[in-house]
């Protein structure tokens, strides 16, 4: 079984930053991309930033949403199996809950599988 764990979210004013964490755990064969979507009330859930898994201990090329870009930063570790997200000179339109993502492979599986962390809440206020 594999669980998705986002930390981080919380309340901050305009112009504040926050930082959201998503570990993975169980049992993991190897991760794909990892990334962070939000959905406000109202709203479909949308793409905030991803990063493949790369060759590196800290991942590979990242892609983000015009809205975010410039403003936020995804990292990974892949010896922690852990995402990142910087989210910096927040807006209220930012207001969100927030979910980590990873594409794996499981120990007992050989093709690719999407899973979703429970979801953090951010709101920004004006």
């Known amino acids: 079984q594999v669980q998705l764990v986002e930390s981080g979210g919380g309340l901050v004013q305009a112009g504040g930053s926050l930082r959201l964490s998503c570990a993975a755990s169980?049992?993991?064969?190897?991760?794909?991309?990892m990334g962070w979507y939000r959905q406000a009330p109202g709203k479909q859930r949308e793409l905030v930033a991803v990063?493949?898994?790369?060759?590196?201990?800290?991942?590979?090329?990242?892609n983000y949403a015009d809205s975010v870009k410039g403003r936020f930063t995804i990292s990974r570790d892949n010896a922690k199996n852990t995402v990142y997200l910087q989210m910096n000179s927040l807006k209220p339109e930012d207001t969100a809950v927030y979910y980590c993502?990873?594409?794996?492979?499981?120990?007992?599986?050989?093709?690719?599988?999407?899973?979703w962390g429970q979801g953090t809440q951010v709101t920004v206020s004006s």
């Open positions: 169980g049992s993991i064969f190897s991760i794909n991309d």
């Open positions: 993502n990873a594409a794996l492979r499981t120990r007992a599986t050989t093709y690719l599988t999407n899973y």
């Open positions: 990063i493949i898994s790369g060759t590196s201990t800290s991942g590979g090329m990242t």
